[in-house]
């Protein structure tokens, strides 16, 4: 059966749900529901029928506060979701991987967390290796200032605000000024570095991914003897093409 429309059928109260359940995830998963209301510039009734309706569901929980949260069947769908899309960026990474010899790495950001969906490791035996499904704060990796970079400023800061900022080396940025303007920075050149932020003897070059379902960032780490600035001059552009057929291929999915 055809349906004579030439534009997508859509059913608003759906999309705002969709909308709500995003607004929670990006002010770290929890949220007063006239935090959520201001948020979403809806009335409150219309926010607090939506959010209730999600608590029946499972979507969203109520907490003892009063205060609403992501709930636990989102858990499933997200875990499904981060393989999908881990299965799908393998053959990227593994190109990558062919043209530049370095560990490839794909992570999303899920609440405060930057968190690694797929890998392809190099082939030297000297190579960085992340289990798939680790997470870390971003403040301190390439991958994760390019995910950060992509969310306002004052997004940044209330994450920053509850995560801290952790140093894990010498080189760790800790000065939330200092990162905000590292991130304003990354929008403008395009890519982001981990220079031995995480771990010493290791950097990592990582570019944002335009049009992903979520904010999410592509990877390349190895160690700093081979991971050199004249290298990274290198790995830019092959990360940036990489990331715009790959994003290409998302929006065909």
Request: charge should be negative.
């Amino acid at each position: 059966m055809q349906f004579p429309y030439t534009e997508p059928m859509t059913v608003r109260s759906l999309e705002r749900a969709f909308e709500l359940l995003e607004h929670l995830a990006d002010a770290g998963g929890e949220m007063a529901l006239s935090d959520l209301t201001e948020k979403a510039g809806l009335p409150m009734p219309t926010v607090y029928r939506l959010v209730q309706t999600m608590v029946a569901q499972g979507y969203v929980r109520q907490e003892a506060s009063r205060r609403y949260s992501l709930g636990p069947r989102l858990i499933r769908l997200g875990e499904s979701a981060s393989r999908l899309l881990g299965a799908w960026a393998r053959p990227a990474l593994a190109d990558l991987v062919d043209r530049l010899g370095e560990t490839a790495n794909m992570a999303v950001l899920e609440g405060d967390e930057a968190v690694y969906v797929a890998q392809v490791p190099s082939r030297h035996s000297m190579r960085m290796f992340t289990e798939v499904g680790r997470r870390v704060l971003p403040h301190c990796t390439g991958v994760g200032k390019a995910l950060l970079a992509q969310l306002p400023e004052d997004d940044v800061r209330a994450l920053l605000a509850r995560t801290g900022m952790p140093s894990h080396t010498p080189h760790t940025r800790t000065d939330p000024d200092v990162l905000l303007a590292e991130l304003a920075a990354i929008r403008e050149q395009g890519y982001a570095m981990d220079d031995e932020e995480q771990e010493l003897g290791v950097r990592c070059v990582a570019v944002p991914l335009p049009g992903a379902p979520a904010l999410a960032a592509l990877s390349v780490s190895g160690p700093s003897g081979r991971m050199t600035p004249e290298a990274i001059e290198t790995v830019v552009p092959v990360m940036r093409n990489a990331a715009a057929a790959f994003a290409a291929e998302l929006a065909r999915v």
